[in-house]
């Protein structure tokens, strides 16, 4: 048996509590000890290791059902949002960069949806905007689909692009060509791999 604490933060103090109610009536039973501080919900727990995996894995399954309640909703049509946001960025890489945020982001058909507030989704669709129009390496020497995924790296993590660049290369990711660079695999699948190292 192992004796293992947790610190989920919420997005209020009322979710917090949500929370914890929810925990208490659906997680199997193992010995717990919880607390509510502000937005923070204070777990020990006592189980075998596999017991406290599955603890770690069900409360972060019920905190996105109830954090749906308490966060902002965007829903717009994705021909809509250049003239509204007042920014142009593929919409991919801008839901790409979202996720990689922490936000529930996704294209449906012809339409964006995030649980985040517009002004935030502009915030960071600027930041992509801004990757691509003052940064050299990214405007004159990668593919499109490379772009994307220098431009979600760098948002999400805060990472000068041309640092970004140089880690895909180190990585394997990208091939310098005569001018250009190679991208070696789809980008998406690209940004996955790499962001598990850069965040390391």
Not at 38 to 67: F, H, S, T, V
Not at 102 to 128: P, R
Request: negative net charge; contains cysteine; aromatic residues 8%.
């Amino acid at each position: 048996m192992k004796t293992r604490r947790f610190v989920i933060k919420c997005i209020n103090e009322e979710a917090c509590l949500e929370l914890l109610n929810k925990i208490t009536e659906e997680v199997s039973a193992l010995w717990m000890k919880t607390e509510v501080k502000k937005n923070q919900l204070l777990i020990e727990a006592i189980g075998m290791p596999y017991e406290l995996k599955e603890l770690r894995y069900q409360i972060e399954e019920i905190k996105k059902r109830i954090e749906m309640k308490y966060r902002p909703y965007v829903e717009i049509k994705a021909s809509e949002f250049p003239k509204r946001a007042q920014v142009s960025v593929p919409l991919d890489a801008l839901v790409e960069a979202l996720k990689l945020m922490g936000y529930q982001a996704s294209l449906d058909g012809d339409t964006l949806k995030v649980d985040a507030d517009f002004e935030e989704v502009v915030e960071v669709a600027k930041k992509i905007k801004e990757i691509y129009d003052t940064s050299d390496v990214v405007r004159f020497r990668l593919p499109h689909s490379a772009k994307k995924a220098v431009a979600v790296i760098s948002t999400a993590l805060s990472l000068d692009p041309e640092e970004v660049v140089n880690a895909l290369v180190d990585m394997g990711f990208l091939r310098e060509g005569d001018f250009k660079y190679e991208i070696a695999k789809d980008w998406r699948e690209m940004v996955r791999e790499a962001v598990k190292v850069l965040r390391d």
